[in-house]
């Protein structure tokens, strides 16, 4: 093919250390850069530091090919690279709505002060639009001006547990560029994809765009993904009410392809590092651009989910037989098993997790909260170390007056009910997620809640 640019991915977080192992996959040559050396050490050493399926085994494959390496070393990035990817962390700032950027500014001047030749500088953060301008201002006042180092943006839209087959396959490549040589460097950039989606029969879109509309794509998509969600649990809020069942709901408006059964689960609500952000960012800067009335409904899009949480206290209490007053519930003395922590199945993440959430409300209100996860244990005691954590799902049952399934792990899916009955002391369950057979959880003597759906008596 034709000449295949060097690629560094600078933050080797989630998204840039699954962009820097796959693109090196795909036949690349790559710097993964972060300035945390442990970090570094550890991916140089062939450990991923976070869970992803199936990308242990392409680091290890890659650093023996040769073709990948890691780095704390901007002058080494800079001297290497031909396209530099910014893949740091956008977090939220500390008032809960922008973004933070400066984890973006220091990656982008520390580059930039480096360079020695032409080269492109594009972002791949989530940020709040506006951002690659400004990028673009910063590599102006930081980079040497003779080289002519160009800005563009190629927003990502990794989902965890997918994220190396979102890379290698993705259903869309979007760049924002401003000039020909940009566009042309990020084709040279993406060459790998196309080919085998090529050798696969298939065919990778490329949408390209201005700045601005790159920028918006992502946050766009993330924003519909949440209304979507939000949308069929403000369904379920009424089923509630009107004595109906959203899972069958659901799945025939589902049947409507303009519709779609996608992400039309009805539940918990979402969690996660990126839609509960993001959503909140997207709000703030709408705002700021004097568009916030468009985005208004979003507010409801977050009210709605934080309903959902709320809902499975209610339950809790409803259920135990307890008083709910104006501070909430009052738990002390009940045992509650809560299973699932992560925000969602196949990952170890806690960020924004409703189960961790419900969990904390229920520990707060004076339950004895037990909590088991079939990987996200570490990542919770973290982040909420005043309850009980359990090595397995038979220790955290135990005992307990009321059993929460809070993330839809295959391991709770399956579990079989009337073995679950035995080790309890009252056999009521909450399904969070819409995951159980309500039916075989009745039939072995549970008293059973679902997520707007009819209640389930034993
Ligand atoms: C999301 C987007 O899907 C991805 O494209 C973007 O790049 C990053 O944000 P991720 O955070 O990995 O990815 O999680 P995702 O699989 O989208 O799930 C988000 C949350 O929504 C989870 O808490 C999940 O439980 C919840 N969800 C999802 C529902 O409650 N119902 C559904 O039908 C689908």
């Excluded at 600078?10 to 036949?27: R, V």
Aim: net charge negative; aromatic share 8%; proline share 4%.
């Amino acid at each position: 093919g034709a000449h295949r640019p060097r690629l560094t991915f600078l933050g080797t977080g989630y998204l840039g250390a699954t962009y820097a192992i796959c693109f090196a996959e795909l036949g690349y040559e790559v710097i993964g850069f972060d300035v945390d050396e442990a970090k570094i050490a550890k991916l140089a050493g062939g450990e991923v530091p976070f869970h992803e399926a199936g990308l242990d085994e392409l680091l290890r494959k890659n650093l023996a090919s040769g073709r990948l390496r890691f780095s704390t070393d901007y002058a080494e990035v800079a001297e290497f690279g031909d396209v530099h990817f910014i893949c740091v962390g956008t977090p939220q700032r500390a008032d809960g709505m922008g973004a933070d950027l400066r984890y973006v500014e220091a990656a982008v001047s520390g580059l930039a002060r480096h360079l020695t030749r032409k080269a492109l500088i594009v972002g791949k953060s989530t940020v709040p639009v506006g951002t690659a301008e400004w990028v673009e201002q910063l590599v102006a006042k930081h980079a040497p001006s003779e080289l002519g180092v160009e800005v563009a943006w190629s927003p990502e839209f990794l989902q965890e547990g997918h994220a190396v087959e979102d890379v290698l396959r993705p259903n869309r490549i979007v760049v924002g560029v401003r000039s020909e040589w940009a566009a042309a460097m990020l084709d040279a950039a993406h060459e790998g994809v196309v080919t085998l989606a090529a050798t696969e029969d298939r065919e990778v879109p490329v949408v390209v765009t201005d700045f601005a509309t790159a920028e918006l794509v992502k946050v766009a998509a993330n924003a519909f993904l949440a209304t979507k969600i939000s949308f069929i649990n403000a369904m379920a809020e009424v089923c509630e009410a009107a004595g109906g069942d959203v899972t069958n709901l659901a799945r025939a408006i589902g049947y409507d392809p303009r519709i779609g059964n996608r992400f039309l689960r009805a539940g918990l609500g979402f969690g996660g590092g990126c839609l509960p952000k993001d959503i909140r960012a997207f709000q703030a800067r709408a705002q700021e651009l004097g568009a916030g009335e468009a985005l208004r409904f979003l507010h409801e899009v977050d009210l709605i989910n934080q309903r959902r949480r709320s809902r499975v206290v209610r339950l809790a209490a409803d259920m135990l037989d307890r008083g709910y007053g104006p501070a909430g519930p009052e738990l002390a003395g009940a045992r509650v098993a809560v299973l699932g922590a992560t925000f969602k199945p196949d990952s170890d993440d806690v960020r924004d997790s409703p189960a961790l959430a419900v969990a904390a409300t229920l520990g707060k209100a004076g339950a004895d909260v037990r909590v088991y996860d079939p990987q996200g244990i570490d990542n919770a005691r973290r982040a909420l170390p005043d309850v009980t954590y359990e090595a397995t799902m038979a220790d955290a049952v135990r005992g307990a007056d009321l059993v929460c399934v809070l993330t839809e792990w295959a391991e709770f899916r399956t579990a079989d009910p009337a073995a679950l009955g035995e080790l309890v002391s009252g056999r009521r369950v909450i399904d969070g997620r819409n995951c159980l057979e309500a039916a075989e959880w009745i039939r072995a003597g549970w008293q059973y809640r679902g997520m707007g759906r009819p209640d389930g008596e034993a």
